[in-house]
């Protein structure tokens, strides 16, 4: 099979060189026939033309979307670049193996992951804040030279609301003509809670039961005999949530695996710790990495980067308004007692009652291995 192509890095500047001047495009919004006309401009960047070949090709087999709905999700939620490895994550190698098993592996090799051992369409990434969710869903997007949607639920309740149900629509149809496609849903509790139920938001829940329909026709197209057949089969939720007790009880049996992120153990601590520190000057012996290691039980794999940002201040903090003068070979490396002075203020972000309810909701709903 030909690999798919990526949406090209970004050009670090600040014009988006994908992007046709609003200009150019007031025009029809669709063809005639209901298909949307080609939306991105040949580019003089072959990587970008491949993409936007890529992308006009696909447009064409969509219909019943709004053009100005897929611009947004093409800009804003098509992400691009940036790719993130599985060894820049460090530890959670049970949810690394559960997310190749589940998306990596059936997305490359959609031959072998048939009948009863089709794939999963839906997985959640539960856990403590700041643990790698999201990271991992980039990690899954890279790996699996898929086309990464990522949006926040809350965004689609809040920024977009109004033009949300236009925008899920418009989200599912791209995914599934741009397959493999990971869709990646972060804060999902903000969507699927039960909250929603109570009639008091109705548009939430519209916007709600507009996602649930559209991932229901994904598990239908998959499992009957269209043409779509094998795009539908190569479109993931993959959904994170910190509040995992909030999403109802039909939404959370749509998610077949329930991975449970858990706070970073010993080992995992100490290998993010030596990540942090391999470009910065620093006097810590092995034993005091050890010491910091013991001493940021409880901490989220975020919180050990802010701990480590903070007590890579000690050093200029020491020097004061002197640091505007002092060479950069005269600023003493970052030490121990830097981590301890930041170990005062800089604190874990979950308590231990707050991980006790992540523990019991793994145990009841998680998926094991
Ligand atoms: P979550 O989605 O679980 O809230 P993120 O994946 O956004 O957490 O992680 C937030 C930041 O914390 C990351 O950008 C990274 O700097 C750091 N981090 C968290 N977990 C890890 C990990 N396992 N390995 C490396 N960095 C991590």
Redesign the pocket.
């Known amino acids: 099979a030909k690999p798919p192509i990526h949406a090209p890095t970004p050009q670090r500047s600040t014009e988006q060189p994908t992007l046709v001047p609003a200009t150019a495009v007031t025009a029809a919004s669709t063809t005639p026939d209901g298909h949307l006309p080609p939306l991105l401009p040949d580019t003089p960047d072959p990587e970008h033309q491949e993409w936007n070949n890529r992308v006009n090709e696909a447009l064409r087999n969509i219909t019943g979307v709004e053009e100005s709905a897929v611009r947004q999700i093409l800009n804003e939620i098509v992400v691009k670049g940036d790719e993130v490895h599985w060894e820049?994550?460090?530890?959670?190698e049970q949810a690394k193996t559960s997310l190749k098993e589940t998306v990596v592996y059936p997305f490359l090799r959609p031959d072998l992951f048939k009948g009863l051992r089709e794939p999963a369409r839906g997985m959640l990434l539960f856990?403590p804040?700041?643990?790698?969710?999201?990271?991992?869903a980039r990690a899954v997007a890279t790996e699996s030279q898929s086309t990464f949607f990522s949006i926040s639920a809350s965004s689609l309740t809040s920024k977009y609301l109004g033009e949300s149900e236009k925008l899920v629509r418009a989200l599912f149809a791209l995914a599934r003509a741009l397959a493999p496609s990971i869709i990646f849903v972060?804060e999902i509790d903000s969507l699927l809670s039960s909250r929603s139920d109570t009639g008091e938001h109705e548009a939430s829940r519209r916007i709600k039961t507009e996602f649930l329909v559209k991932w229901s026709d994904l598990a239908h197209a998959a499992a009957g005999k269209d043409h779509q057949n094998d795009n539908a089969q190569r479109v993931l939720v993959l959904a994170?949530t910190?509040l995992p007790w909030a999403i109802d009880e039909a939404a959370r049996r749509r998610f077949v695996r329930r991975q449970y992120?858990p706070l970073?153990e010993r080992e995992?601590r100490k290998k993010?710790l030596h990540?942090l520190l391999q470009y910065q000057i620093h006097g810590l012996s092995e034993e005091e990495i050890d010491q910091l290691v013991d001493m940021t039980d409880g901490f989220?794999?975020?919180d050990i980067?802010a701990l480590a940002k903070d007590a890579a201040m000690g050093p200029l903090r020491a020097l004061g308004e002197a640091l505007l003068s002092t060479p950069r070979d005269q600023i003493r490396p970052v030490t121990v007692a830097d981590f301890e002075a930041s170990l005062k203020t800089i604190r874990p972000s979950v308590s231990k009652e707050g991980l006790q309810a992540f523990e019991d909701w793994a145990m009841k709903y998680g998926s094991s291995g």
């Open positions: 820049d994550i460090a530890g959670l856990g804040p700041g643990t790698g969710k999201t990271m991992l972060d994170a910190n992120i970073p995992t993010h990540t989220s794999g975020s980067t």
